[in-house]
């Protein structure tokens, strides 16, 4: 069912923001390939009139109410920040919006 | 970019639009979090483990943003979903700390609704009915300030600083279907679109609808076709158009570039592109050709929504009445015209009249205010009139005074201004400004005497029947006083000193 | 050895409510301990001796003027690296977050504070919880005290094999597929994964948000009935936390009879792949069970055999979405931030050298399951196979009032044997995972030694949605009714170290 290629595992890569050099790109998709030929089982019982299950306890509608709670101050804030500057997390620059 | 001319292009192409609004929601706290979501405050402040997409944090939803999104659907004449479920929309952005918004995908809570706009165009006003795809909830992102390079762009800077006070702020978005034929008043019905639904979600009070400051956001995404019955054309996406008056030049910017484009037998790209507000031009962004995989998926860490029948129908019994409707009422109820209305409602006093109204000035008088000196000072100042420190009840007492004969126009206006200064009361203000008119006859006939004395031959003119020439006794009277005196008050003691009849 | 730290925390408890002990002197000793094993062992990746200190005099005090009841007070514990707690680093066995530490508590720690319950420290684990035998830590390995050469299980294998070593007499799993369980059996210690929904999933750094449920991991039945009770119960902070009254597990865990109980062998968890000396102890403790009173029959459940397909997809999607986060940008590990790397770029080599091949794996399974073309044909698919084992499990419980499996079809096997085989290594977990996909609830506990390898074997009780009970009510049985034929706990045999 699914032979992932090398194109195919770069644009996956990028997606999901992995910086991944040619000989891992090769090695997982090989890896991916084997395990994706396995799970592909699912399709053999996922007939059309079954329901599908994202939560598996039922419950519906919980709320909070809009009441304010504490934040964080400043200082608690910036305590893990790998870069901070004027009150506000730096990152490298943006390419383009969105 | 070469453009073809508006007229041209309307009659080579038929436009075809959609319009895509955020609003945020004036609640207390946050979407999933109990934030605050007032401006202001110093960054990274209003926030906490869930907002900041902390590890292990967890969503909880806000009931009076689903309360809210109801509302919104509701009078938008939505259906509402029984059950429905938040997604997740994967995409890394630096201003969203999840790396994934929580939103809503093909389970939205309110859709296929309409809302019906008029449009005031050359041939007079015509209805058209937008149709409403959906309206969903969502959350809003963090702000990115771009450093280096040209100020505040994103283009050239060397790094970004980010603060997450608004991460979080709840979002609805409201989706139009295709809107169709419309023609040359494409632009015309894009503004009156946007501005039909601020009145419509200031009406619900759901939120402050405040373009200038982002809380109501439109994205115009608009497409051209030979004719009516043509395909669709391959669309832009203007994002963040934030003010009326731009989603009709965008409009019809993007018009006049797509027609010369076609003209020319380019093919328009499918693209975002940005709205510069100082040019009146849109300029590409990221192009969509690859299109985003956004790979949404339900929200685990949510459960479903499923609003009770009940629970609708009590929302909907706290709708407020349509603005178009209750618009028509009121200008009715006060006898105006179509253009004196309108003035009411351009200059966003429609709710400020009525509330002064109720507090019992007359039309006339209530209108007089709003759209005279408070316009005149909110406008000087940079601010809405609703923002101004003076009441309803404060003018109605202002009124009360003047009829009463304490204050006279002039000094009602100073009256206003130390109410706008904060300065206290009418009455502290009145007393520490010294502004009460002079109602003392003999302070008054001296003060006639005086001007008399300086002006012999005034007193010939009047008894010769030149009654105008008493004005400037009564001029000098004012200035004497330093205006606090009742000019008719003036006028009469003067003829009756001079033994003349204005008659 | 100190007798102390041998003794069962229900034990442990008793002794320091009545001032023969302190809980300062009880902590003191499993500080020791760690010093001296965890060389070898490596079941902690963080020990908070200060802090575990403080707060053991604290309780001390709080027992010494009443104003602490709880069942536990004084008594240590060990907590898996991926439930944050204030100030102290939270790696979850990633590089990415190296020198994490989280401004706020988890709502299991709080229950825990509140409990009077000492933390130690926090324990090693296959990297954000991805892995059956914690060779995925970032950190290196953890090893079985039963055998410091075999895996100690995972991902929780930090905290079973603290427990198998006595280096704590309490410790907190999270289970998503099987990481508490898992462990547990490989290491002849208990481990409950409660109903999903009854312990706060807040302040649990999320593999797979659906599936992840914090449990207690103990080496008796009573001990583990207790800490269930200390931190379970409905939590506002998450949605998906159950706001009934939860069973009561410690009344449960007193039971002394089956008689007349039901309960199912599943028929598909336990023939081809289970090893010999497995399938062993296990038919002898179905037997056992006979003997006892309970009735047992064979339960088909004919959808468990697409349980590991469905899992090895919702996982790795909602792991995608999960672990989006850690980019470098608010905490964590930043790679190339040189002024010349834009933020996308950046992003990418952080997550490229922050994350283990076994999460890298995972991610991009994930992101390719829940991308458009692919969605419905295997996200969508794996979604309805919940559906169908959630059936399975209601008709199954329709018949009998628990269901038993074997927890893992091996025994602890060699450190390095199945690091490079995805597949190999997935297949640990083919007899926990339907429990988690179907969000009820199950118990393993040791019932022997597998003849050829002489390594402990663990059994798999399965309950219904909020029948947690259950396990308790048969675990409890068994437990007592195996020491009475070894003459001894089960954990007594573990080797000297
Ligand atoms: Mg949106
Ligand atoms: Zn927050």
Known sequence: MAELSREQVAHLAKLARLALSDEELEHYAQQLGVILDSVAKVTEVATADIKPTSHAIEMTNVFREDEIRPSFSSETTSRNAPEWEDERFRVPRILDEE | MNLMAFDEAIEQFDPVMGLEVHVELSTKSKMFCGCRTDFGGHPNTHVCPVCLGLPGALPVVNAKAVESAIRIGLALNCEIAAWCRFARKNYFYPDMPKNFQTSQYDEPLCFNGYLDVDVVTDEGTKTYRIEIERAHMEEDTGKASHQGGQTGRIHGADYSLLDYNRAGIPLIEIVTKPILHTGKDAPLVAKAYVSALRDLLRALDVSDVRMEQGSLRCDVNLSLRKDATSPFGTRSETKNVNSLRSIERAVRFEISRQAAMLDEGKKVIQETRHWHEDTGETTAGRSKEEAEDYRYFPEPDLVPIAPSRDWVEELRNTLPENPAVRRSRLQAEWGISDHDMNSVVSAGALDLVVNTIAAGVSHTAARKWWLGELSRIANDRGVELGELAITPHNLFEIETLIAGGTLNDKLARNVIEGLLNNEGSISTIIQARGLTLVSDDTALLAAIDEALAQAPDVVEKIQQGKLQAAGAIVGAVMKATRGQADAAKVKELLFQKLGVSEE | ?497
């Open chain 3, 1 to 497: 050895m100190s007798e102390l730290i041998s003794k069962n925390a229900v034990e442990l408890a008793a002794l320091i409510h009545s001032g023969e002990v302190t809980s300062e002197e009880v902590t003191k000793v499993h500080l020791d301990r760690i010093d001296s094993v965890d060389e070898k062992v490596h079941a902690f990746l963080f020990v908070d001796k200060e802090n575990a200190m403080a707060s053991a005099r604290e309780v001390d005090a709080a027992i010494q003027s009443g104003t602490i009841a709880s069942p536990l007070a004084g008594v240590p514990l060990a907590l898996k690296d991926v439930l944050t707690m204030k100030d102290v680093p939270t790696t979850c066995g990633s590089k990415i977050l190296q020198g994490w530490k989280p401004q706020y508590d988890s709502t299991v720690v709080a229950r825990l504070r509140s409990a009077g319950i000492v933390i130690l420290g926090k324990t090693n684990m296959d990297e954000f919880a991805m892995g059956s035998s914690t060779e995925y830590s970032a950190y290196g390995p953890t090893k079985n005290p039963w055998d410091l050469s075999r895996i100690p299980g995972g991902s929780g294998g930090g905290s079973a094999a603290s427990l198998a070593a006595f280096e704590a007499p309490l410790a907190i799993g999270t289970d998503t597929g099987g990481s508490i369980r898992q462990p547990a059996a490989v290491t002849g210690t208990v481990g409950v994964k409660p109903t999903y929904g009854a312990v706060s999933r807040y302040g649990l750094v999320a593999l797979a948000s659906s599936l992840d449920q914090a449990g207690p991991c103990t080496r008796s039945v009573m001990d583990a009935a207790l800490l269930h009770q200390a931190i379970a119960g409905h939590d506002p902070m998450d949605s998906t936390s159950i706001n009934t009254a939860m069973p009561n597990v410690v009344d449960a865990a007193k039971n002394q009879s089956i008689k007349g109980m039901k309960i199912g062998l599943v028929k598909q968890l336990g023939g081809d792949g289970y090893q010999v000396g497995v399938r062993k102890r296990f038919d002898e403790v179905v037997e056992l069970l006979g003997s006892l009173g309970a009735e047992v029959v064979e339960i088909s459940c004919p959808s468990f055999e697409y349980a590991l397909a469905a899992y090895y997809l919702i996982l790795p999607s909602e792991c995608s979405s999960n672990l989006a986060k850690f980019d470098g940008m608010r905490y964590g590990l930043r790679v190339g931030d040189d002024g010349k790397h834009s933020v996308e770029e950046v992003m990418s080599l952080s997550r490229a050298e922050g994350f283990g091949p076994e999460v890298k794996r995972r991610i991009m399974l994930g992101t390719f399951a829940l991308s458009s073309g692919y969605y419905d044909a295997y996200y969508g698919s794996a979604q309805k196979v919940r559906t169908l084992i959630a059936k399975d499990f209601n008709d199954a419980f329709a018949q009998v009032d628990v269901l038993i499996s074997p927890t893992a079809p091996t025994t602890a096997f060699k450190i390095g044997d199945k690091v490079d085989d995805p597949l190999a290594m997935y297949l640990n977990d083919v007899a926990t995972i339907p429990v988690n996909l179907a969000g009820n609830c199950a118990m393993s506990l040791p019932i022997g030694l597998a003849d050829e390898d002489n390594l402990p074997v663990g059994l798999q009780i399965m309950a219904p949605v909020m029948a947690d009970d259950r396990l308790y009510f048969l675990g409890a049985v068994i437990e007592a009714a195996l020491e009475s034929q070894w003459g001894h706990r089960f954990i007594d045999k573990v080797p000297a170290l």
